[in-house]
Nanobody, 116 residues
Framework: QVQLVESGGGLVQPGESLALSCAAP????????MGWYRQYPGSSRELVAS???????FYADSVKGRFTLSRDDAENTMYVKMTNLKPEDTAVYYC??????????WGQGIQVTVSS
């Protein structure tokens, strides 16, 4: 599989903001739905947000109004801007591209920690 490359994680205090990025090969970026999952320790990955080629977006209720996806076509990079972060946002975040219904390409995972 083609591996997506994530960057931008880190430690922030509650209420602060953070942005993550996900770089993809052009043939992936231009043709498939992409987005972010997150995973808590001992749990399975949960869908956070997605953006289709059409621009249609989906946000989980837990992040709606706080997280925003965007695509930069020139850079083949997807971003999520996370605002008003909460301790429950602490997780490993994985970028993904849905190549087929049974074939998902993943980023390496990046830690976001929200703590005072």
């Amino acid at each position: 599989q083609v591996q997506l490359v994530e960057s931008g994680g880190g430690l922030v205090q509650p209420g602060e903001s953070l942005a993550l990025s996900c770089a993809a090969p052009e043939y992936i970026f231009r043709r498939y739905t992409m987005g972010w999952y997150r995973q808590y320790p001992g749990s399975s990955r949960e869908l956070v947000a997605s953006i289709a080629i059409s621009g249609d977006t989906f946000y989980a209720d837990s992040v709606k109004g706080r997280f925003t996806l965007s695509r930069d076509d020139a850079e083949n990079t997807m971003y999520v801007k996370m605002t008003n972060l909460k301790p429950e946002d602490t997780a490993v975040y994985y970028c993904y591209a849905r190549v087929t219904a049974s074939n998902t390409h993943w980023g390496q995972g990046i830690q976001v920690t929200v703590s005072s």
